[in-house]
């Protein structure tokens, strides 16, 4: 009895789960309806668009089939066009309420967008929020949860098989019209692949586009490269960087080892070759990178980025680890070190990007060469700043100077100024005055106030450079230069129409050049660096200069002329603010620089107390300047001295 009982409930439960499933079974169009609609209203709302379609449908138990789809803007124009569509959706996951498609069939799919009115997109509120980063604050976070959910969508493509055909997308605003076509887009097993036609006003390309991707690995590449052997000219990066590249085939690839929601671990590689790139910023030239290589292994939690160790650079045959920490728990630091460790230095030469260090084209080397870095920022605690940059050579020869001979600066030569890209002088060394016929108050305080350690170091003051890096940090802005004497003469004599990015870089190796290799003496090149410096409106040269303000010889100035020369070394232009109309030196602006300077001249043994003691800013104008205040018109409102020391 007890058994017939059992087995009657057993059927009755079974016969009411099959009556409910045939209800959802014939009604299935009407629920999926329902929770489409309200997906689409959801959309709808939040975006400010239209969506409409003409059929969705179940065609059996686990496939969908959408006609007709489309999404308009709020002035009707199309966004998105779909003919028709087939999702085959796991059935497991279906019984449990998760959509899965395995399979995603669309036909004729076109997306087109005007001006950036769907730059709202969640991708793009990621990238602006998630990463911005304010040193100043105490409690800076990033925001993994979003990251990772964003990986996870990336990698996670793999799942479905994709097979579109017919797809297009065109963008237009009013400077730009782009168009990209592919007849095939197909994704296999993980594996994806197609080719697409591309128009970006009158350029045009073919990219070939394959990729890998695996869920389960939680990994994702991509590959692209010019179809028949031509290059892939990179779209867009003109209309929002202002610059052109190009590429012969590029390699992608992301490795999600460890994917939590406050915590991950990445590993990003990429190599590219032929990469083609100008802007006016970066080089006054295109660059061209033959052969480059990166590798990151990056781990990040919400108050702390780390690239470790094992990262990597490479350019050409040149390798340069490096490691990078942002910690934002008690203040934003920063650590950043590389380590090339010992290279023949005819690699490191041979592999600058042609095009990026013009001067040093060409240039024979031989021996071994090591870079070292080392950085730690507090940016709440500036002054704690701890900076090192060596460039250590080991049987390092000069075989032979390159496009450009730095010897000649020893030699006769030509120096020619230019202002704006426009040449206004040209500055003959044979009539340079020698450093022995400088009044030696001038030489002593210009090194003093511009480059304290000339003497000691080697075209490069790693103190300096720390200490102006910490005081532009805490006044959060260009405050102070590091640059030495001997990087100054490199820039006005070989960099002097460069005003890019990477003219720091390549100043940097000229100096290096220049002072390791004792190709020029410390003495010619300040004699050298006192002729051709600007002191003033179309005045160059200490000659010049020493005429020009007080209507004497370079070697006749007296300490306090000396001094006042020195204080506008870094702004000649704004010499006149810093005289009344009687052309009498106005003590608010230079009494800190008269009084730092002159004892560091004591201090160091260079004058004596007499001379110190002698020290005051009761400095007349009497050369051509006086007269050249008088024509100028000043500005009555009072000018703040720029000009401080601690």
Known sequence: MLQIFRRNRIVGVTSIVLFVLLILFFCRNYILRGVVNAKIAAVEARYSIDVQYRTITWNGLRTIRIADFFVYDTHHDTLVSLSKAKVVLAFKELIRGKVNPLQVNADSLNVMLKGLGLATSEATALSAETFSVDTTQHDVRFDTRNINRLLRLVIGISTSDINITNFSFQYADSATQFSLQAPSISSLDGKFSSTISYSENSMKGVVVATGQTSKHNRTISFSFYGANGEVVEIPFINRLLGAQASFSSLNISLDGTLLQSDSIMVSVGANVSNLLFYHALVSDRQVMLQSGDAHL???????????????????????????????????????????????????????????????????????????????????????????FSSLEPRNFRLVHQGATDFTALSDTFTHSVYVNGSLVRQLHSPSFVPINSISSYLVSAVVASEDGGYWLHKGFDAEGFRYALAKNIKQKRFARGGSTISQQLVKNIYLNQKKNLMRKAEEALIVWLIENNQLVSKERMLEVYFNIIEWGPNVYGVREASQFYFDVEPKDLSLNQSLYLASIVPSPLSYRFRFDSLGVLRNDVASDFFHFVSNTLFTRGLINQQELDSVNTNVFLTGEALNYLKRVAVDSVSMDSTITFN
């Open 297 to 387: 292994d990056i781990a990040l939690s919400s108050q702390k980025i780390t690239i470790d160790s094992s990262s990597f650079i490479r350019m050409n045959s040149l390798t340069v680890p490096f490691y990078v920490d942002v910690d934002t728990r008690s203040s934003v630091k920063l650590k950043v070190a590389a380590n090339t460790g010992f290279v023949k230095a005819a690699h490191l030469f041979g592999s600058l990007p042609q095009g990026l260090f013009t001067t040093l084209e060409g240039i024979g080397v031989s021996g071994e060469l090591r870079y070292m870095l080392q950085t730690d920022i507090d940016f709440l605690n500036p002054d704690s700043l701890k900076f």
